[in-house]
């Protein structure tokens, strides 16, 4: 079976966020990353299907020269060969775009099980695996909780809505956009990250995917970002520890008589 | 193209999901800005009832569609009739509410009309006839002002409890939409079950300590039942502690987990994620303790301290006891 998981750097998740002048995106340079939280479940799932049956794991991943990183731990980890779409234009992309340029490269793999995270953790879409599921016209399954290979496909659980879960099966080739917590994922051993650099990593840019100007045409535009205008009225307790615990107690017990 | 804005309503247990709701309260104020009006289209095999209820949250029209095809979700199906609606209707806007069942099927919808999509957004406005979002990015931390490009249908999805439901001043009319189903394949849905309910309810508890993946550690977890302990609480947790077991799976709360809404609800480390909120926003009185100033919790928060919460949490103990005597 060959398995293709997408995996995209984003910001570490307590990474110091500094908003560029003009208020377009974020400040990058110097910016801590990291494989996005979802896709470490998706690597980890993606290497089971591959242990419990045969074939091999490709990584796919779309981003800047800064992502080589990640795709070099994601082969750690025991992925089998990488491809980088090399490009540093989608930062603030829309899912449709990204879902085009990752169904273009996944097309020429042809592979039997695409896996994504569910959702990146910088743009937060919940939308990608499923747009490139349609673009590819294959079956799809988002907020994957289990998954095992079955006669003539895959056997899936996902959840559908709070606390109910589906069972369900899916034709092969299909997508699934797979849920955090699902598994526990595997630290790179030494010997891993000592192969991670021979394993075959192919980088692919938006010209050899013969992808044109027209299909990546922006269809949402991000325009500006900032920190929220605070709404709510949260009252901001200052101090010292010992001070601001005395503060806060008494609040609770007084003020707002919670406790 | 018509101004019309078309809500998807979703339904559960025979009942119009208040997320779908939500939706058609915020689609009557987008279709006012945008001179159109309100059509929600509601699918199942046997929706009389439930179109009833629906109009009454208001709108011009309710479409169902009633067909065997129907009877139990699949994206197929879904898609398939949306597709017909959509063809029909020629809105403007395709608005649902950003449910996880939505999430399974809207985005391929979207793409299946090359069209752009806007998923989970918070807040929608009409400038000069263009649509505008607001939608949560870099891990809920920042506002992005999101607009379509082009003049073709746009997709979006409403972040559960962006859009409260307001009443309607009248009802919809109601009315049949036959869709060609017959050629669709559906998948086989093996079984629908409540995910295996645990031992900790957290449902009743007057006051909660939660913790998230700021506490650091599972060692270092046991803070968050020290405080919980001084203060007869119980003891929640945000999905990242789950996750890495640094607590059962049980005591997650948020949209996998409990729903709870206690009098005192106290986040510790919890940065304030979506999936997180909409489980405790209901909570009378929500402190939040965090090192990050920016995190999304505080924005939900009546109290707030930045702190390191393990110099915190300590001083908050002793505070507790020297209160109670």
Known sequence: MKILVCVKTVPEKDARLRVASGDEWIVEDGLGVAISECDRYAVEAALRLKEADEGEVVVLSLGGAGASKQIKEALAMGCDRAIHVTSDDFARADALTIAKVLAAAAKEEAPDVILTGQQSDDLGYNAVGQMMAEKLDMAHAQIVLTLEKVDGGMRISHELDNNLIETVDLSMPCVLGVQSGINDVRYASLKGIMQAGAKPQKKVSLDDLGLSADDLAAKVKVEKVGFPVKTSQAEMIEGDAKDAAKKLVEKLIQEAKVL | ?325
């Open chain 2, 1 to 325: 193209m018509s101004n019309d804005v078309l809500v998807i309503a979703e339904h559960r247990d025979g009942a119009v999901k208040g997320i779908s709701k939500e939706s058609v309260t915020a689609a009557r104020s987008i279709a006012a800005d945008l001179g159109g009006e309100v059509i929600s289209v509601l699918l199942g095999d046997d929706t009389a009832s439930m179109a009833d209820d629906l109009a009454a949250q208001g709108g011009a029209k309710v479409l169902k569609i009633d067909d065997a095809k129907l009877a139990q979700y699949t994206p197929e199906a879904y898609v398939a009739a949306l597709k017909a609606v959509i063809a029909q209707v020629q809105p403007k806007l395709v608005l649902i509410g950003h449910s996880y069942q939505a999430m399974d099927f809207f985005p391929r919808l979207a793409a299946a009309h090359d069209a752009a999509l806007v998923p989970d957004v918070t807040n929608v406005t009409v400038e000069e006839g263009q649509l505008v979002f607001t939608r949560k990015v870099i891990n809920g931390k920042l506002d992005a002002r999101t607009t379509p490009v082009g003049e073709s249908t746009v997709f979006a999805s409403a972040q559960q409890g962006a859009f409260p439901v307001q009443g309607a001043d009248g009802t919809a009319t109601v009315e049949d939409f036959s869709a060609d189903l017959g050629d669709v394949a559906t998948r086989k849905v093996v079984e629908i079950k409540a995910a295996e309910a645990g031992e900790v309810d957290l449902t009743a508890a007057d006051v909660i300590v939660a913790g998230g993946r700021g506490v650091g550690d599972k060692d270092k977890f046991q803070v968050v039942f020290d405080l919980a302990d001084a203060l007869g609480a119980a003891v929640g947790a945000s999905r990242p502690p789950c996750d890495s077991e640094w607590v059962e799976h049980e005591r997650q709360i948020g949209s996998s987990g409990q729903v709870v809404a206690p009098k005192l609800y106290i986040a510790l480390g919890i940065s304030g994620a979506i999936q997180h909120l909409v489980g405790m926003r209901g909570a009378n009185c929500i402190v939040a303790i965090n090192k990050d100033a920016n995190a999304a919790i505080f924005q939900e928060a009546s109290y707030g301290v930045v702190a390191d919460l393990h110099e915190f949490v300590p001083a908050m103990i002793e505070a507790v006891k020297e209160a109670r005597g």
